[in-house]
């Protein structure tokens, strides 16, 4: 039973547009949600979080959204670049206290230059 | 090189043979954990080490699998006799506490293929 889904494996973007990556989520105990980027051959690398006490948080060109009734998060990328071309994951924290994160599987972007 | 350091960066083997793998955690850092990623998965959690605490092994798919940490840094997962299905990317990573809302660090991964 996946509790955190990415539903869309991949997305192309052109090089400064907007790249909008979606993450839904199931588990209503879930109160922190990440984003981390993964380079092909690399570990994964945090690039933003977001409390569930909030709505949104933004970093530079990032902004994260959650939508807690629609048990619905998004990442935005703008302007797009073509070094964002990565797998993005969505991770989540169950308030329970357990460090665990739950992982999608992941979109792949591609910014077209 | 102060990141979460992984090997063998690639492991090809027989199955029923037994793998160990490897993880070098950031210098300080009290927190290791253990994922895993098959293809087309998300990141599985296996295994969570926090200082002295007994490890938190809920994740580990079956008695195959035990991971150990010596001396609260390096730690090694063994998979014995190994199967098809524990072809994966086996992903370390560490934070400093293991507390609420740090970020966790990821090592660059293994990437093991059970023939």
């Known amino acids: 039973d996946q509790q955190v889904k990415q539903n869309s494996p991949s997305l192309s973007v052109q090089e400064g547009r907007i790249s909008i990556l979606n993450c839904d989520y199931t588990n209503s105990m879930f109160d922190y949600f990440l984003w981390y980027k993964k380079y092909p051959a690399e570990g994964p690398t945090f690039l933003i979080s977001i409390s569930s006490i909030k709505d949104k948080n933004e970093d530079g060109r990032f902004t994260v959204f959650l939508n807690k009734s629609a048990k619905h998060l998004s990442l935005h990328i703008v302007p797009s670049q073509p070094g964002d071309s990565a797998v993005y994951f969505c991770a989540a924290r169950d308030a329970s206290g357990t460090y665990k994160y739950i992982f999608g599987t992941g979109t792949r972007l591609k910014v077209l230059a | 090189g102060a990141g979460v350091s992984q090997s063998p960066s690639n492991k090809v083997t027989e199955k029923g043979k037994d793998v160990e793998l490897r993880c070098d955690p950031i210098?300080?850092?009290?927190?290791l954990y253990w994922y895993r990623q098959s293809l087309g998965q998300g990141l599985e959690f296996l295994i969570y080490f926090q200082g002295n605490s007994a490890p938190d092994k809920s994740g580990l798919p079956s008695d195959r699998f035990s991971a150990e940490r010596t001396g609260g840094s390096v730690s090694t997962l063994t998979i014995q006799r190994t199967q098809q299905e524990d072809s994966a990317v086996y992903l370390c990573a560490s934070s400093l506490t293991g507390g609420w809302g740090e970020t966790q660090y990821f090592g660059p991964g293994t990437r093991l293929l059970v023939l």
């Open positions: 210098s300080g850092h009290t927190a």
